[in-house]
């Protein structure tokens, strides 16, 4: 279950960007992070739960992109 892992990281992106993200629940173990309807992270890929800066490195770059 990622929900408490999920709830700081959103608690997390709240207070560096000022964004509330949205938690979806999902099925089988799945975590998956989507910026703007892109899929930027999924735990099916790394075998593990993201760090918060790895998420902030993608807003960086999403926001960079003019996302």
Do not use: M
């Amino acid at each position: 279950n990622y929900l408490p892992q999920a709830s700081s990281l959103q608690a997390a992106i709240k207070e560096k960007y000022g964004i509330t993200a949205t938690l979806e629940e999902g099925h089988g173990g799945i975590f998956e992070v989507f910026i703007d309807g892109q899929r930027v992270y999924s735990n099916q890929v790394t075998h593990r739960f993201p760090r918060d800066e790895e998420i902030f490195a993608k807003i960086d770059a999403a926001r960079a992109a003019g996302r």
